[in-house]
């Protein structure tokens, strides 16, 4: 079963005024409007790096014809194996489009994530020739 929650006529012009009177420290209604807008700002990054992801995942899509999952999965691939935050990925991957290198531990994360996922598709376990297999370690 579906439902729907629509919010009171007018929730979306509230505002959250503090006294100039009382300092921040103070005043619980204070404490409120910093904690909203942090949680604002936060919010905005967050909007603002997902659009840059979905842009990055539209090219792998293309260039890597695969569907939407498995193209984020490998720019979540490349963003480990770099240490990199997703959208910083994502941004130096859309960046190439304007003529911007990736940096090259960017270049062999992203060749290592095409390996594994040209590898997914055609069903072979097999890691890439630049993995050590598990039959070297024994």
């Known amino acids: 079963?579906?439902?729907?929650?629509?919010?009171?006529?007018?929730?979306?012009?509230?505002?959250?005024?503090?006294?100039?009177e009382d300092p921040v420290g103070r005043d619980p209604a204070g404490q409120d409007v910093v904690a909203l807008r942090a949680e604002i700002?936060?919010?905005?990054?967050?909007?603002?790096?997902r659009a840059v992801v979905d842009q990055a995942c539209g090219m792998v899509m293309v260039l890597a014809p695969c569907r939407r999952e498995p193209a984020r999965n490998l720019?979540?691939?490349?963003?480990?194996?770099?240490?990199?935050?997703?959208?910083?990925?994502?941004?130096a991957l859309v960046a190439t489009w304007e003529g911007e290198p990736l940096s090259r531990l960017m270049q062999r994360g992203l060749r290592r994530a095409l390996r594994r996922l040209y590898s997914e598709d055609r069903g072979c376990d097999s890691p890439p020739a630049d993995e050590p297999s598990a039959r070297g370690r024994s």
């Open 1 to 20: 079963m579906h439902r729907t929650a629509m919010p009171p006529k007018g929730w979306w012009n509230l505002r959250a005024e503090a006294s100039a």
């Open 75 to 91: 720019l979540v691939d490349v963003a480990r194996q770099c240490n990199t935050k997703l959208p910083d990925v994502a941004a």
């Open 41 to 49: 700002d936060q919010l905005r990054r967050a909007l603002a790096g």
